[in-house]
């Protein structure tokens, strides 16, 4: 253990081949973890890799190394978008859980619930480096509990429930938590007959200070396979089948499933791919309420007051955005998607009087689409010498794409 | 066998006008081709019957005591046992005031039958998930309720019934109503069977684990339908012509050529439902979401209401100029009516 600890500490040349040696190990765990410590070597082990790759002898292996180097470009470029991933140590020896619990606070998590555990008494917990949903999980099952995400107010918490997660296999890819949510068998009967079949669901969860966008995308997560324990697909057409399912995302979370067949030797392995929107660039933009500057561009595009009356109440406002049609309709479309989803929901838009003094808007409606958008304002207040209008616009939209493998996906027990 | 069916239809049609709103129940024992006994059960009960397409001809007989409408029905398309009335392969859209008895086997549903009502069991689906501390499994049952044909009772109708489940006993006699006990609600996917029919409304029930295939020992409780009496109004089809409707207005809005072309134009007619007082009837709550019109082919069509609940559009068959008058049917005083189940012994093997 204590050998494993120092390894870790010092990553030198030789764990790479250590642990590509161990993505052969009979033992999913084994696997898992050398596919772990590989990751974290960073792009100065992207030659080595594709060398084991080329030279492995089973596609299973070559398929892990692949994943690995994908992983490594992936977390290099997640690093530049979104900052350094949050990651937590925590080495506490009978220390009270109301301790141990706030030092798993993070940016966009307001407070951890303990719900009926009793805080003031002590435990024993430790974990090294290791991202926050890992973190999260680990000090979930050491306190033989769950959680939950809510929201109230603009702000998450995590609830603690009684009740261990069920296990399975989770990856944790930097800001991201990729996991077999759901594996559930179906036995559904009717006077016309009876059908049996299985589901799978995967979860995807995300930091909560990173911001999602609704910008629509066509598979936030995709799954792309599923293959049982001969190597044969397992995959079912769900047109095939007389039900439907339907997906209940938490919080902080995508989701996709996928039906499969009952008898499908386990364990089964799940391959895919995310596609998540998320907001990575805002600016605050200051626009005049009449005159040239009433009227402005922000990269490819206009943004304009379009019409402003002062009501007994207070003020309304309509704020307008157009792709800029400079380059035709292909370019507006690839280079200012959903221009509706721009308005940065997150933050208020401020009407500015002629004192400086600045009053919050609230959104009252908003129309439009792909490549324009209106948003009508309402200020509640009265306004003397109105002046301006300052919002937050999303300049930049970051999609991002991780592959995922799981391994070990097991169906619960057919008997009741 | 064509002329024949159509023939079937109008008489049933034009005996059908001036319905009774309750029948009463029928005792009586008779032998015969299908179709004629099919025709003269609608006659008993006035509950309009339309037959699909290749139903298989045969002589049957049946046997009833104190039966309602369903009960009756069941007992012919049991001795048929080629015949079936719901979950049927039909491309044409059912009405919503009629049976269509269409080829298939006869499926017996577990059921009970109240009245004119049935109510029957329509699949279970054990569902076994991952859960904290192990295994978790519930059962989801569904329900469907049956309406006679002059009781409208459908969900479409923009009613609602309301479902109460009082006692669940699996083969055992054990328990196995939720609510009983704290079941795992984690579930990030849910699953339904997708099956409909007209005048029905249905009921997902979750239910704690047991094996389907021994089945339920006993699942009761009752089904309480909102339902109305229904008055045909007729309003001119001409911008700003209104018609009261209860406590509201009904007006026409605008009336528009959808597209234009000889012989084939569509019309759109755009209304808007204002209740006087603000505060007064719904637009669901007093109109049946269908209309009918001059010029067409006489059926009622389904239109649907905006967000908002306060406007919709009836789109026209294609006709040379706009319908002169169009028909809405219009809800009068609702009525509770309340149906009891108790479905004994079920189970799917």
């Known amino acids: 253990m204590l050998i494993a600890l120092l390894l870790s500490l010092a990553p030198v040349q030789d764990d790479v081949s250590k642990w590509i040696g161990r993505l052969e190990s009979e033992s999913i765990e084994e696997r898992d973890e050398a596919t772990r410590r590989l990751q974290t070597q960073g792009v100065g082990a992207i030659p080595r890799l594709e060398k084991a790759r080329d030279a492995a002898a089973d596609a299973a292996t070559k398929a892990r190394i692949d994943a690995i180097i994908a992983a490594i470009r992936k977390s290099a470029e997640l690093a530049k978008v979104f900052g350094p991933t949050k990651r937590v140590t925590i080495a506490a020896r009978g220390k009270l859980i109301k301790e141990v619990l706030g030092e798993l606070r993070t940016p966009g998590i307001k407070r951890i619930d303990p719900g009926r555990l009793d805080v003031e008494s002590r435990i024993d917990f430790q974990v090294r480096n290791v991202s926050w949903w890992e973190a999260l999980d680990r000090l979930a099952r050491a306190l033989k509990s769950r959680y939950e995400i809510t929201w109230q107010s603009g702000d998450y918490s995590i609830e603690l429930k009684p009740g261990v997660e069920a296990e399975g296999p989770v990856l944790y890819f930097e800001q991201f938590r990729i996991s077999v949510a759901e594996a559930k068998r179906v036995d559904f009967r009717t006077p016309a007959g009876k059908f049996e079949h299985a589901l799978v669901a995967i979860e995807v969860r995300h930091q909560a200070d990173l911001i999602s966008s609704r910008c629509p995308v066509a598979d936030v997560v995709r799954i792309d396979s599923v293959v049982d324990a001969k190597g044969a697909n397992a995959l079912i057409d769900p047109f095939d089948l007389p039900l439907r399912s339907y997906d209940n995302p938490l919080l902080l979370s995508y989701q996709a499933n996928a039906w499969v067949r009952h008898d499908a030797p386990q364990p089964l392995t799940v391959s895919g791919a995310t596609d998540m929107p998320f907001v990575s660039e805002t600016k605050e933009i200051e626009l005049d309420l009449e005159g040239d500057r009433s009227r402005i561009e922000v990269g490819k595009a206009r943004l304009s007051v379009e019409t402003f009356e002062q009501t007994g109440a207070g003020a309304r406002l309509t704020l307008r955005a157009e792709a800029k049609d400079d380059k035709g309709e292909e370019e507006r479309e690839e280079k200012v998607p959903w221009i509706m989803e721009r308005l940065d929901d997150s933050s208020e838009v401020v009407l500015v009087d002629g004192a400086g003094r600045r009053h919050a808007g609230s959104r009252v409606s908003s129309r439009g689409g792909k490549d324009r958008c209106a948003w009508e304002i309402t200020v509640s207040t009265g306004i003397e010498k109105p002046k301006r209008v300052i919002c937050r616009w999303v300049s930049e939209i970051h999609r991002v794409q991780i592959p995922f493998r799981l391994e070990g996906v097991r169906l619960p027990d057919r008997s009741k | ?349």
């Open chain 2, 1 to 349: 066998m064509m002329v024949a069916d159509l023939i079937l239809i109008a008489i049933s049609a034009g005996a059908l006008q001036e319905a009774p709103k309750d029948p009463p129940k029928v005792t009586y024992e008779d032998s015969g081709d299908f179709r004629l006994l099919a025709m003269d059960l609608e006659r008993r009960f006035r509950g309009r019957i339309r037959f699909a397409k290749g139903i298989p001809p045969k002589d049957v007989s049946i046997k009833v005591k104190d039966a309602g409408y369903f009960e009756a029905l069941d007992a012919l398309c049991r001795a048929h046992k080629g015949v079936r009335y719901y979950d049927l392969d039909e491309t044409r859209p059912p009405l919503l005031d009629e049976v269509t008895i269409g080829s298939g086997d006869w499926l017996e549903f577990p059921a009970s039958y109240h009245d004119h009502f049935k109510t029957a069991l329509l699949s279970m689906m054990r569902v076994a998930d991952r859960a904290p501390e192990g295994l978790s499994g519930s059962v989801l049952v569904v329900l469907v309720l049956h309406g006679p044909p002059w009781i409208p009772i459908s969900d479409e109708r923009g009613l609602a019934t309301e479902w109460k489940v009082e006692k669940a006993l699996d083969a055992d006699g054990k328990d196995v109503l939720e609510g009983r006990e704290e079941r795992y609600r984690g579930e990030r996917v849910s699953i339904s069977s997708m099956t409909s029919g007209p005048n029905t409304s249905q009921a997902p029930v979750r239910l704690r684990d047991f094996d389907p295939a021994r089945g339920l020992k006993v699942l009761s409780g009752k089904a309480s339908v909102r339902t109305a009496d229904v008055t045909i109004q007729r309003m001119k089809v001409e911008e700003g012509q209104s018609l009261e409707v209860g406590g509201a207005t009904l007006a026409v809005d605008s009336v528009t050529v959808d597209r234009v072309q000889p012989d084939r134009n569509k019309w759109d007619i755009e209304f808007t439902f204002k209740s006087k007082t603000g505060k007064g009837t719904s637009l669901k709550r007093a109109l049946e979401g269908r209309a009918r019109h001059d010029g067409g082919k006489g059926e009622w069509v389904r239109f649907n209401v905006r967000y908002g609940g306060q406007s919709f559009r009836v789109t026209t068959a294609a006709m040379e100029k706009p319908p002169a008058w169009i028909e809405f049917r219009v809800r009068g005083e609702e009525r509770l009516i309340e149906v009891p189940f108790h479905i004994k012994d079920a189970a799917f093997k």
